[in-house]
């Protein structure tokens, strides 16, 4: 189905919605048994495609996102490599891996009879684009190229935050699953702003795994929905983080002008609004880290914001930064003021460990261009903080290249409650890899164990089988799926 081109897409029908997973429901034997060629085929045109219409889709998404055609023409890059990036893993054979264990004589444990485990196609997925990503995140992002690369048929939820070019990709998008012979129903879309959308369609019997990127608020609400079902599925949550840099004395000691610089950007970044901006600052409480957070908080003064990317968003930061600013513990070291434009201004506190322990609020994401410098007296302090914070998508360790029990017991706990642990550098910006993890204990994620950037996304989407002495024309299939 297709949603009307307009400013503000149409509010799908719950009879709507149930066309839209049918279509993917016909089409998912096919295409769960479909060859690598057929699945390459798809992707690669689904690349080609986007680069092509590229200035019409950037400009489209510029109008309605804010967020500037450079940043939006390397989005469409990323997007276009993602898919291209599944298109090899699939050629690769990925999907239609097989283990084979050959039948050894004899009875158990020694002996067995042969087993072949091979993976199956979970089915028709939900994808719900994010509002931040236009592209890599959304109607052809990772979790569409990767449900396809899987074999899964995929129904997008389109973000109400950008409705003109949800529709204009999903019809290249269909114009392109064309082209390639793929079956009709391969990708449908249903859209609406309103949470009735979301609760029918991971509510309808067929649909088989959900993938989601957004707040807390409503990847909860969502996994509510779907633990009520009779038939539970999986859902694949990306809920956001605040992502912690922990700043040990040998960095901030011999790279701190350097460190403020960088880390300013990476605050102010797309107006913050990344699932990777970094919330916190965790630091010793001594004269180096009082330097460095005046080095931070000029940087932050000086960096320019632009629109963020709807009302509803803006208002939120207002609110966020406001509570934050009146904490009786916090105290604001950043001179600018919010205004009454949708450009927001970044804002730095400082507080004491204690006082980040006490109050569950200091430890809350603000979705936008803040963050939080918690001052700690000692190692233990700080690994109160860490883990007072929680699961994470990322934790960023300066200063770690002394092997001593200090700097191992901080990385332990870092690895502990993030999916992504970075020694230099700073989280915003992920690279679409082999080895990437994008996910993390919750609240960040609601499965940790799975990534939702990256190559071995993929791998949500299957399901083992073991196939116990299977025919000879069965196991002569090559993992591919009847």
Not at 295 to 302: F, K, N, S, T
Not at 336 to 350: F, I, K, M, T
Request: net charge negative.
């Amino acid at each position: 189905m297709t949603p009307n081109s307009s400013d503000t897409l149409q509010e799908s029908t719950s009879v709507q919605i149930d066309a839209a997973v049918q279509l993917a429901v016909a089409a998912s034997d096919q295409w769960a048994a479909s060859s690598a060629a057929a699945r390459s085929v798809l992707l690669r045109e689904l690349a080609s495609s986007l680069e092509a219409e590229r200035e019409r889709l950037v400009g489209i998404a510029n109008e309605e996102s804010f967020l500037g055609t450079a940043r939006l023409n390397g989005e469409l890059d990323r997007t276009a490599f993602q898919l291209r990036a599944f298109a090899d893993s699939v050629d690769a054979g990925e999907p239609f891996a097989v283990i084979d264990d050959e039948a050894v004589p004899g009875a158990p444990p020694a002996g067995h009879p042969r087993l072949l485990r091979v993976n199956v196609p979970l089915g028709p997925v939900a994808m719900f684009s994010a509002s931040n990503f236009p592209f890599a995140f959304s109607v052809l992002g990772g979790d569409t190229a990767s449900a396809l690369a899987a074999g899964c048929p995929v129904v997008i939820k389109a973000h109400p935050a950008h409705p003109r070019l949800s529709t204009a990709v999903f019809e290249l998008a269909l114009a392109a699953a064309q082209r390639s012979g793929a079956p009709a129903g391969v990708l449908s879309m249903v859209s609406g702003a309103s949470r009735e959308v979301g609760v029918h369609l991971v509510r309808h019997p067929d649909i088989a795994a959900v993938a989601f990127t957004g707040s807390y608020i409503g990847g909860m609400a969502l996994q509510k929905e779907i633990n009520a079902r009779p038939k539970p599925i999986p859902f694949f949550g990306e809920l956001g983080s605040i992502n912690p840099i922990v700043a040990l004395p040998a960095a901030l000691e011999t790279q701190g002008a350097e460190l403020a610089t960088t880390l300013a950007a990476s605050i102010a970044q797309g107006s913050g609004q990344f699932c990777t901006s970094p919330g916190v600052l965790i630091a010793y409480d001594n004269a180096v880290t009082d330097a460095f957070v005046e080095q931070l908080a000029a940087q932050m003064d000086g960096q320019n914001t632009h629109a963020m990317l709807s009302p509803g968003i803006r208002k939120n930061f207002d609110e966020g930064v406001a509570r934050l600013n009146r904490h009786p513990a916090a105290k604001r070291v950043t001179t600018g003021e919010q205004s009454a434009d949708r450009h927001p201004v970044p804002n730095l506190v400082s507080l004491d460990t204690e006082a980040f322990l006490r109050d569950h609020a200091l430890r809350e994401e603000i979705f936008g261009p803040s963050c939080v410098v918690v001052r700690s007296k000692s190692t233990e302090q700080l690994l109160q903080v860490l883990a007072a914070i929680g699961g994470s998508l990322t934790v960023t360790v300066w200063g770690a290249n002394n092997d001593d029990a200090d700097t191992q017991s901080v990385v332990r706990a870092a690895v502990r409650i993030a999916g992504r642990v970075l020694f230099s550098g700073v989280p915003t910006g992920v690279a679409v890899t082999r080895a990437q993890h994008h996910g993390g204990p919750f609240p960040s994620s609601t499965r940790p164990q799975t990534t939702s950037v990256g190559l071995m996304a993929m791998q949500r989407f299957l399901r083992p089988v073991a196939l116990q002495e299977p025919p000879a024309w069965l196991a002569g299939r090559g993992g591919v799926p009847l």
